[in-house]
């Protein structure tokens, strides 16, 4: 049956989810509090990067079920399902900013105090355990002088949206997790996710809460493990790759977030992991492997610079390529990339820096701007009269070049792969220098 949506919060989470939604035959009115977002909305435009989330919105916006405003209180009245998908961004020491998420309670919880009929508020933001009960539920029934359950259901539905792949994910769902205060709250929400044939797991909020930080941060540890391992092989002569390999047939294991790398980035994996390590310490049980997969995590990325110094010496007044700014293939995202220490390091010491990005010039100019770094739109450009260069974002047409053609358009001859995309054998076929993360050099072994 058609549910009546409305969405605080037209982001990543707020504008994927809404516009799937909706093309699912739900009516949704998405709210933020930036009016040029509300316009290209209503244009038909998304403001973000997704692939599929253009034709999405045309296609939902021309059949009437979807549309923007900044006017959250009327947003809210209308609608029999209110979702919260504002930012929760890290504080300084780690733990969550819940302030977007207690305003927009405030502003539900007054609309509430009017309201006739019944509606349901569920929390989509990823929040630490105990919020939807104790800071929305409890906001909301203050500002309204109404009563959870009795008057109003609340629930929490985490999201598990990959960047670049969201409206895929959100179709095609591994689960869906529905925390409810009571069954009425939970129905209310299932109602939403009638179309998809995956497991629904009936939760309490908290526990919702729960999966959704235990998923990232399992995930995130994953990968700094790998990459712990990958950090051991270069003294080994062994490749990561293959060892990677060796454990993820075990389908204990399982072969996917086993790539080493130059760490992990996004709004997720490092606001989550270090949000749940922040409250679990606060609460007592500091959880030590959380912290570990961080620290491992911010060390990473500098490992491309450190495999670039053994090769070149000091980087004083050497030119350095840097392929790929957003934190992974197919998004403009900058948020904790990896290119953001990697330039930095290589600016403080002394290199000059030629970076280039399909889509993320824009944003990285945002966080980094200095005279010693220069912004190419096309690789050529970005390669010519450069003494190395450090692979950063593993997009498709950086794995299609060919050392030949790297070689035609480099001074210098140093390739770091910070992603392990290209065959080694190759490059040093050709009289390139091959290092990447998670390979020895064989003519190195410390043992
Ligand atoms: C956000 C949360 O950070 C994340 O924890 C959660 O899982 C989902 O929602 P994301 O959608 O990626 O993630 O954030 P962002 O792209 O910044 O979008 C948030 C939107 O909310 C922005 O469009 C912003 O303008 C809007 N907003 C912010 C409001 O409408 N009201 C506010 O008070 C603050
Ligand atoms: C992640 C989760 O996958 C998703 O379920 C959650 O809802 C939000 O956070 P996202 O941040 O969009 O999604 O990207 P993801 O594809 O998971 O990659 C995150 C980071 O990990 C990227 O920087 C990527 O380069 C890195 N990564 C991923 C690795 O270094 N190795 C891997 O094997 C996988």
Redesign the pocket.
């Known amino acids: 049956m058609s549910k009546k949506v409305a969405m605080i919060g037209a982001g990543y989470v707020g504008l994927v989810t809404g516009a799937c939604f909706a093309s699912q035959g739900h009516r949704v009115i998405c709210v933020d509090v930036v009016p040029e977002k509300v316009e290209q909305i209503n244009a038909g435009i998304t403001p973000i990067f997704e692939p599929g989330l253009e034709d999405l919105l045309t296609h939902t916006r021309s059949e009437g079920l979807l549309n923007a405003t900044l006017d959250a209180v009327s947003a809210i009245k209308e609608a029999e399902l209110v979702f919260i998908a504002v930012p929760t961004p890290s504080k300084e020491d780690g733990s969550i900013d819940l302030s977007f998420v207690e305003e927009a309670s405030h502003t539900i919880g007054r609309t509430l105090k009017e309201a006739e009929h019944w509606k349901t508020i569920v929390v989509k933001s ?1 929040v630490v355990p105990g919020t939807t009960e104790n800071i929305v539920g409890k906001i909301i029934e203050e500002e309204s002088g109404k009563k959870r359950g009795a008057d109003f259901g609340l629930a929490m539905n ?9 409206v895929e ?1 959100f179709l095609n769902p591994d689960r869906v997790v529905i925390g409810a205060i009571d069954p009425k709250s939970f129905d209310e929400v299932k109602a939403l996710y009638e179309w998809t044939e995956a497991p629904v797991l009936k939760t309490t909020p908290t526990t919702a809460e729960l999966i ?1 930080y235990a ?2 941060s399992f ?2 540890m ?2 700094s493990f ?2 712990e391992i990958a950090n051991y092989c270069e003294l080994l002569g062994v490749d990561v790759s293959e060892v990677a390999q060796g454990i993820g047939l075990d389908e204990r294991i399982s072969p ?14 490092p606001k ?1 992991v270090a949000a749940l390590y922040s409250h679990s310490k606060h609460l007592g049980r500091e959880m030590r492997l959380l912290k570990a997969t961080l620290e491992v995590n911010k060390r990473q990325p500098l490992r491309t610079v450190e495999l670039l110094r053994e090769e070149i010496g000091a980087l004083t007044e050497k030119s350095i390529a840097v392929l790929g700014l957003a ?2 293939p197919d ?1 403009d ?1 900058m948020r ?3 290119s953001i220490p990697i330039i930095r390091k290589l600016i403080e010491e002394g290199a000059m820096v030629k970076a280039t990005d399909p889509i993320a010039i824009p944003n990285a100019q945002k966080i980094l701007s200095h005279s010693n770094l220069e912004y190419y739109e096309t690789i050529s450009d970005t390669l010519k009269n450069t003494d190395a260069l450090i692979l950063v ?2 997009w498709e047409m950086f794995k299609q070049l060919t050392p030949l053609e790297i070689k035609s358009l480099m001074r210098g001859n140093i390739v770091i792969d910070g ?1 392990r995309v290209w065959k080694p054998e190759l490059f040093q076929k050709h009289g390139l220098i091959y290092r990447g993360i998670g390979l020895g050099r064989r003519d190195n072994k410390s043992i």
Do not use: Q
Request: charged residues 35%; positive net charge.
């Open positions: 990823t985490p999201e598990f949206l990959k960047e670049g792949k969201a994910d959704k998923a990232n995930l995130a994953k990968i790998i990459n996917k977030f086993l790539r080493a790398g130059a760490g992990f980035g996004g709004s997720c994996f989550d934190f992974k998004t995202d904790e990339a990896a974002t593993e992603r």
